[in-house]
């Protein structure tokens, strides 16, 4: 039997610099954890750890400066989009990244989100769609699917009630502003390399000044939808990806060539 010294070893999977480690607060099975190294490695392999400021609002994303290894702060519910907007002006070198999920950006952060994308600001947001409100208890969202129960419509989204869910990509993709809007997924690993790649791209397009950037995520909740978290994966396929189509929304002149 050969055995290989670990001088001549090559690492190929390794802890990314940009995330600290503290064990986060997030449920099992939950995929925010997933969505986090993958914008860790980015930062890592762009080198921009020193220079980037997360903002996270209220939500389960709140903690999320005490999980990057990067300068990073909190926005009141739904109010990140503003802050970076104001980070990234006071000094344009900064990388500024946003990370808001469903509840946030499409209910009560709604204007910001628009209003960033309709400005143009130089920024990035990562948005985590699991079509309920996760920490607040599992209220339904601007993202809740027809006939989805939650624990504020325990008889189902009743959409002549409710309207329909919200497609905030396709909204924010009709905004001059936005330079690149895309939506992936989390739920196997086919798709969790294409969200790396998407949030690569989001970062180069913010690093070369181009415009408004968004990644969004479709993601799981186990805990507030009642279900394993295998199962969970299963019902973002199944359930999501119908209604949320995956693909780019809008590319603007220029992100090609990055």
């Known amino acids: 039997m050969s055995v ?3 001088e001549t070893m090559e690492t190929v999977y390794s802890y990314p610099q ?5 064990p986060t607060h997030y449920c099992p099975g939950c995929t925010h ?6 914008v860790a490695e980015a930062l890592d392999e762009l080198g921009l750890r020193e220079r980037t400021v997360m903002v ?3 939500g389960c994303s709140v903690f999320a400066y005490a999980y990057f290894n990067t300068d990073a702060c909190e926005a009141a519910h739904g109010r990140a989009p503003a802050m970076a907007t104001g980070i990234k002006r006071v000094d344009p070198d900064n990388i500024v990244v ?4 469903d509840g946030d950006l499409a209910a009560i952060g709604s204007a910001d989100i ?18 309920i409100y996760g920490m607040t208890g599992g209220q339904m969202a601007p993202t809740t699917l027809p006939g989805q129960k939650t624990t504020s419509s325990p008889m189902g989204r009743n959409v002549d009630m409710t309207g329909m869910p919200i497609r905030m990509s396709e909204v924010l993709a009709t905004l001059p502003g936005s330079a690149y809007i895309v939506r992936r997924s989390l739920h196997d690993v086919k798709h969790i390399r294409k969200a790396k790649k998407a949030i690569l791209t ?19 909740c186990p805990t507030n939808w009642g279900i394993q978290p295998v199962d969970a994966l299963q019902w973002v396929e199944e359930h999501m ?17 990055l």
Do not use: C, W
Not at 114 to 131: L, S
């Open 4 to 6: 290989i010294a670990p």
């Open 18 to 22: 940009s995330l600290t480690e503290k």
């Open 33 to 38: 954890g997933i969505a986090h190294r993958l």
């Open 56 to 58: 996270a609002p209220v």
């Open 98 to 101: 946003t990370y808001q999920g």
């Open 114 to 131: 628009m209003h960033v994308a309709a400005r143009g600001d130089n920024i990035t947001t990562i948005f985590v769609n699991n079509a």
């Open 202 to 220: 989001a970062l180069k397009v913010q690093q070369a000044g181009l415009g408004f950037s968004m990644v969004e995520l479709l993601s799981s």
């Open 241 to 257: 990806v119908p209604y949320f189509p995956l693909g780019d929304y809008k590319i603007a002149d220029g992100v090609a060539d």
